[in-house]
């Protein structure tokens, strides 16, 4: 195998030196040819054989003899910590999220628009997912349900010259069809049992997914941060549940603080920006694309989605390689792609994801993480955001 990789580097170069001598493309075909029965020979796939020579974007390579010890960034350099964050990384509008669903009349959100199984005991992993049939929905339901919720901002404050702390209801600023299970039944509607959109004899008790519901905290969740990131030796995430939060306060999840799920035991009920309801507040386990504009394989074009937008320009496109919040030990975090490189995964990063390069906003050259792109996740893969932290955790 080893002879073969060599074999092929040097064949590669072999080839730009001795391209203008050939003639025809005839001699070309056959020199290729040549090429892949020595691979086949030896006994390996002509894919293994290629593959660490022209792929080069990789993500199992990052940690690989990266460090950046000592790097820091200062929240307080010549700025109030407080200013600097609500400028440059939390949201500061309140906005008004709102949506409107008619299963009757939507034909076309009707693959969107799932559920399941009503009896646990008949799936009880959640996977296998329901569809509307809009010509059994009673009659009574040819509506328009609509929810009306308001996005409340973060808080943050500082305590001297060590921490800060963000306030947050833990509340998404965007759409989620969550909000669709709050919404009450038609008055003229009743349902067998509950109170559910869309309810149906036949398919059970309706609503989205399994019914969960986005209910904000009574009152505002703690997170603290210090106001001097440094990296230092890594320390492990352990069974910390949060390890930091999204630019609009949504908390950044390895697992449910409530059932302890992860990613993978809620994947199929991740609604379409991977964020999912808890018992308060709402959590994303993956790539939060509301920030990074990722349409993956489940992306549903009869659905309008919706991204974010920059408060200050408006005209600003989303892109996996912004931002997309901050890790509890103060470091930014951002999309799986790197800056200004057409969508290459960052070559360089340590075995906590992070780095030092471009961002384009004001931690460019600085340390950073950059979380691992969504359609890279399989199963038994762990830690979507970071793999450890760089820097210190204020207890």
């Known amino acids: 195998m080893l002879f073969v990789y060599f074999f092929v580097i040097n064949i590669n170069g072999f080839i730009m030196r001795q391209y203008k001598n050939l003639c025809g493309f005839n001699k070309l075909v056959g020199f290729f040819f040549f090429v892949i029965i020595i691979i086949s020979i030896s006994g390996c796939s002509l894919g293994d054989a290629f593959v660490n020579v022209f792929d080069d974007d990789n993500n199992s390579d990052f940690g690989e003899g990266y460090s950046y010890i000592g790097t820091s960034f200062n929240y307080g350099d010549g700025q109030l910590p407080t200013k600097f964050l609500q400028n440059n990384i939390f949201l500061n509008n309140s906005v008004e999220i709102s949506d409107t669903i008619n299963i009757s009349n939507d034909v076309n959100l009707v693959d969107y628009f799932f559920y399941f199984n009503a009896f646990s005991n008949e799936d009880p992993q959640y996977k296998e997912k329901k569809y509307y049939n809009s010509t059994l929905i009673l009659p009574a339901e040819d509506i328009d349900y609509t929810y009306e919720e308001q996005y409340p901002t973060v808080s943050i404050d500082s305590s001297g010259t060590d921490f800060f702390h963000?306030?947050?209801?833990?509340?998404?600023?965007?759409?989620?069809?969550?909000?669709?299970?709050s919404v009450s039944q038609a008055s003229n509607v009743v349902c067998v049992e509950g109170d559910y959109i869309f309810c149906s004899?036949?398919?059970?008790?309706?609503?989205?997914?399994d019914r969960a519901k986005i209910v904000s905290p009574n009152r505002a969740n703690k997170y603290n941060f210090p106001i001097i990131a440094t990296v230092l030796t890594p320390t492990p995430l352990g069974d910390r549940d949060i390890i930091g939060l999204a630019r609009n306060g949504v908390p950044l999840a390895q697992r449910l603080p409530n059932t302890k799920e992860d990613y993978h035991d809620l994947k199929s009920r991740l609604d379409e920006y991977y964020g999912y309801p808890a018992d308060s507040g709402y959590f994303y386990f993956a790539e939060p694309t509301y920030f990074t504009g990722y349409e993956d394989a489940s992306y549903f074009f009869g659905y309008d989605y919706t991204y974010f937008q920059d408060e200050v320009d408006?005209?600003?496109?989303?892109?996996?390689?912004?931002?997309?919040?901050?890790?509890l030990d103060g470091f930014p975090i951002y999309g799986p792609i790197e800056y200004g490189i057409q969508e290459k995964v960052p070559y360089d990063l340590d075995t906590c994801r992070g780095h030092v390069g471009p961002t384009g906003d004001k931690f460019s050259n600085t340390y950073h993480?950059?979380?691992?792109?969504?359609?890279?996740?399989?199963?038994?893969?762990?830690?979507?955001?970071?793999?450890?932290f760089s820097g210190t955790l204020v207890d």
Do not use: M, Q, W
Request: charged share 20%.
């Open 314 to 327: 408006s005209s600003k496109s989303v892109s996996r390689s912004d931002l997309i919040g901050i890790a």
């Open 369 to 388: 993480y950059h979380i691992k792109p969504v359609e890279y996740i399989e199963d038994g893969d762990e830690n979507f955001f970071i793999e450890c």
């Open 201 to 209: 004899n036949i398919y059970g008790l309706g609503g989205f997914s």
């Open 166 to 181: 963000v306030n947050t209801y833990e509340f998404p600023n965007h759409r989620s069809n969550y909000f669709f299970n």
